[in-house]
C-alpha cells in the first residue's frame, strides 16, 4: 500500500515540477520507505511507497521494457504471481518480483481491459506514453481511494485530498449538495466530497484523459442474479473454499501480515484461517474503552488469540485519548462521517503498526451478508407495506412522537410505509429526519431541503436503478456495499490505517466471494430475523458453537457517555462557540435543544452529535482561515 498523485496539463505545456513535489511530500505517511517521480513534459506522477512485496526491488514509477508505459500504484494485486505467469507466456519481460510490474504488461497486453483480470485493493494511475493519455483506476469495491480536480487545463489526482490542496488554485469550498447528502446518508456517495469541485472516482471504474477528452467507465457491471435449487451444504463447501482462498491470497506478503481482531465472528474466522497458513505466531491487535466493560472485547478476543496461538496486544482508551486525536482527526480522515467508531480504527491501527506493516481486517462481511438491524427492517417493509395506509401512517406517527431513547425504532418506522423504494431506503439510512432538518436547517441549506425534503436520494439512484428488478433486501445490500461500504467504512479504515503507515486488508471483499454471496437467495443471508445465515453456518468449521452464536458488540465505544459528561466541554466547544461553522447552517438554538434532550436521556441523539462535531472539525482543519 502507497501514496499515489500526479499532474496532467491538457493544453500540453509542461508540469510544475515543485508542485508535483508537494503534492507527492504530503502524502509522505502512506509511504515512508521511498518516494518517486516521473515527468514527461505535460505528465507527472509521483509516489510514496511503503514496502511489502518485492521490498528491495519494487520502487516506482515502474515501467515495461521501453519505458514507454510507465504507473504509480497504491494497493495489491494479490493474483500478481498467475497473471505474471500468464503474461511471460505471451513473451513480457519483468524486471522485477513486484506486483506493480503486473500491471503495466497487463495493459500492453488487454488495454484498458487489464482491470478486469485484477483480484485485489487498487488505484492507480498509468500513462501511455506513445499514445499520451492518462489511466486512472479505482478497485471493484472501492477499498483504495481516488480523487480529482480539473483546475484550469490541469487535472490533479491523488489518493489523499490533502495532496490535492496543495495546489494553490485548488478550490476549498464546500459543496451544499454534498452538505445535504453527508447529513442524508452519514458519508457523501461518490463521486462527489464535501469539497467542491473535488471529486472521487466510483468504485469499480476508470477514467481515459487525453487532450481530445476524458472518458470514465465501468468495469465491473456484476448485479446478483440469485440461484435456487442448490443445496445448503454444497453452497456452505463452496463458500468455504472461496474463503480460505481469499485469506491465502491476502496473506501474500514479504512483510509480517497481522489482524485487527474483535471478539466476533468475522475477525475471528480470519485468525482460524490464517493461523494454517501462518509460519509464525499471528499478531492480533484490539482496543477497549474506560467506561465500556459491556461492549469491550478485549477479554474474549483474547480467548480467541490464545485459542488460535496468537499474541495478542491491545490497549485500552480513555476519553483523553480521543480529545488528543480529535486535534488531528479530520486532517486524516478529510471527510466527515456519522460514523462514531471511525476515531476508534486509529487507535487500533497505531497500536498494530508498532509491530507490522500489513493487517487483515473483518470488514465487509456484514453488508454482502445482512449483518445489520437495517435489514430486518427493510425484510418486514414487505409484509408492513400489505396493511392499510391509514393504519401504517398512524403508527409512523406515534413511534415517532415518542419519548425516549428510540432513534433506530423511530427512524424505521418513519420508513417502513414508504412506498417509493429509494425514499424507503433514505429515510431507513437517515437519522436526521425530514421534520429534525427543517427545524436543523438554514439559509441555502434550508431552501435546497424546502425544495425537495427527500432530493438527497438521487445520490443512490444510479446504483439502485441496477437492481430495481430484484427484492427490497437484495436491493439494500446491493448498495451498500458499493456505497456505505466505500464511501465510509472502507474510506475510514484506509485513512486511519495509512496515518499510521499500515496497510489494511479486506479478504471479505475478495470480489469473487461477493459475487458468490450475491448469487445466493435472500433467505441464505437473512434467514427469518437471522442475519448472516449460512456465513455463520460456514464459519462453524473453524470457530466454536459459542462463539459463533454469540450476540455481536461491534466496534462499540462509550462515546456517548463521554459527550455527555467527560468531553462536554470540548463538544459545546465546538458546537456552540461564537465562531463555529455550525452557525452558518444550522440552527444554534436547535442544536442545543439537541444536546438538552440527549443529556437527560429524552432522546437519543449521539450520532446527530458526532456528525455535528465532525463536520466542525472538518471545517477548522481545511477551510477556517
Given amino acids: 500500500m502507497c501514496g499515489i498523485c500526479g499532474i496532467f496539463d491538457l493544453s500540453g505545456r509542461p508540469i510544475n515540477r515543485d508542485t508535483l513535489a508537494r503534492l507527492n511530500s504530503s502524502i509522505r505517511h502512506r509511504g515512508p520507505d521511498g518516494e518517486g517521480e516521473l515527468v514527461d513534459n505535460e505528465i507527472g506522477l509521483g509516489h510514496r511507497r511503503l514496502s511489502i512485496i518485492d521490498v528491495g526491488g519494487g520502487g516506482q514509477p515502474i515501467g515495461n521494457e521501453d519505458g514507454k508505459v510507465q504507473v504509480v500504484f497504491n494497493g495489491e494485486i494479490y493474483n500478481f504471481i498467475e497473471l505474471r505467469n500468464e503474461l511471460e507466456r505471451f513473451g513480457h519481460q519483468f524486471r522485477t518480483k513486484s506486483d506493480t510490474e503486473v500491471i503495466v504488461h497487463a495493459y500492453e497486453q488487454w488495454g484498458t481491459d487489464c482491470v478486469k483480470r485484477f483480484n485485489g485493493m487498487f488505484a492507480f494511475a498509468l500513462w501511455d506514453a506513445r499514445q499520451r493519455k492518462l489511466l486512472l483506476a479505482r478497485d471493484h469495491l472501492g477499498i483504495k481511494p481516488m480523487y480529482y480536480v480539473t483546475i484550469g487545463n490541469q487535472l490533479l489526482f491523488a489518493s489523499e485530498i490533502k495532496s490535492l490542496l496543495q495546489h494553490p488554485a485548488c478550490p476549498r469550498e464546500v459543496d451544499l449538495d454534498a452538505l445535504a447528502e453527508l447529513f442524508t446518508f452519514r458519508y457523501v456517495p461518490s463521486p462527489k466530497t464535501l469539497f467542491q469541485r473535488i471529486m472521487k472516482l466510483p468504485p469499480a471504474h476508470f477514467m481515459v484523459v487525453s487532450r481530445a477528452g476524458q472518458r470514465i467507465e465501468r468495469f465491473w457491471d456484476w448485479v446478483p442474479r440469485p440461484q435456487n435449487g442448490r443445496k445448503e451444504s454444497e453452497l456452505i ?39 494454517k497458513f501462518a509460519n509464525r505466531p499471528v499478531q492480533a491487535f484490539t482496543i477497549g474503552f474506560e467506561g465500556g466493560e459491556k461492549t469491550n472485547e478485549v477479554d474474549d478476543a483474547r480467548v480467541l488469540a490464545r485459542k488460535f496461538g496468537a499474541d495478542h496486544h491491545f490497549r485500552m482508551l480513555a476519553p483523553e485519548d480521543y480529545v488528543k486525536y480529535y486535534e488531528r482527526y479530520m486532517w486524516d480522515l478529510e471527510e466527515p462521517v456519522g460514523n462514531e467508531t471511525a476515531a476508534a480504527f486509529y487507535f487500533v491501527a497505531r497500536i498494530a503498526s508498532e509491530r507490522v506493516k500489513v493487517v487483515l481486517t473483518g470488514q465487509g462481511a456484514d453488508e454482502p451478508w445482512a449483518g445489520y438491524d437495517r435489514y430486518k427492517g427493510v425484510k418486514l417493509s414487505a409484509l408492513y407495506n400489505r396493511m392499510p395506509r391509514m393504519v401504517t401512517n398512524g403508527v409512523a406517527t406515534l413511534v415517532a412522537r415518542m419519548p425516549g431513547r428510540m432513534e433506530r425504532l423511530k427512524r424505521g418506522a418513519i420508513s417502513l410505509g414508504e412506498q417509493d423504494m429509494l425514499t424507503r431506503f433514505t429515510k431507513v439510512y437517515s437519522f436526521f429526519s425530514a421534520e429534525m432538518k427543517a427545524r436543523l436547517y438554514r439559509g441555502d441549506l434550508k431552501e435546497r431541503f424546502n425544495a425537495d425534503a427527500y432530493g438527497t436520494r438521487q445520490a443512490l439512484n444510479r446504483l439502485q436503478k441496477d437492481v430495481a428488478h430484484l427484492d427490497p433486501l437484495t436491493q439494500m445490500l446491493y448498495i451498500d456495499t458499493r456505497a456505505n461500504l466505500p464511501d465510509d467504512l472502507l474510506m475510514v479504515a484506509d485513512k486511519t490505517s495509512m496515518a499510521n503507515s499500515l496497510e489494511s486488508r479486506v479478504p471479505f471483499l475478495d470480489y469473487r466471494l461477493v459475487e458468490f454471496v450475491e448469487s445466493l437467495p435472500p433467505k441464505l443471508k437473512l434467514n427469518g430475523l437471522n442475519g448472516k445465515y449460512l456465513h455463520k453456518q460456514a464459519v462453524e468449521k473453524w470457530l466454536p458453537r459459542e462463539v459463533v452464536r454469540r450476540k455481536k458488540k461491534g466496534f462499540a465505544n462509550p462515546i456517548e457517555d463521554w459527550f455527555r459528561v467527560r468531553m462536554k466541554p470540548f463538544v459545546e466547544d465546538c458546537l456552540l462557540g461564537s465562531d463555529s461553522f455550525t452557525r452558518r447552517y444550522f440552527d444554534v438554538n436547535y442544536i442545543k435543544k439537541m444536546l438538552e434532550l440527549d443529556r437527560t436521556g429524552k432522546e437519543q441523539y449521539r450520532r446527530h452529535i458526532y456528525l455535528l462535531v465532525s463536520l466542525e472539525l472538518w471545517h477548522r482543519r481545511f477551510l477556517q482561515n
Fill in 237 to 275: 463447501e463452496e463458500y468455504q473454499e472461496l474463503l480460505e482462498d481469499a485469506v491465502r491470497l491476502q496473506m501474500r506478503s514479504d512483510v509480517p501480515v497481522g489482524l485487527f481482531l474483535s471478539s466476533g465472528i468475522d475477525s475471528g474466522v480470519l485468525l482460524a484461517i490464517m493461523s
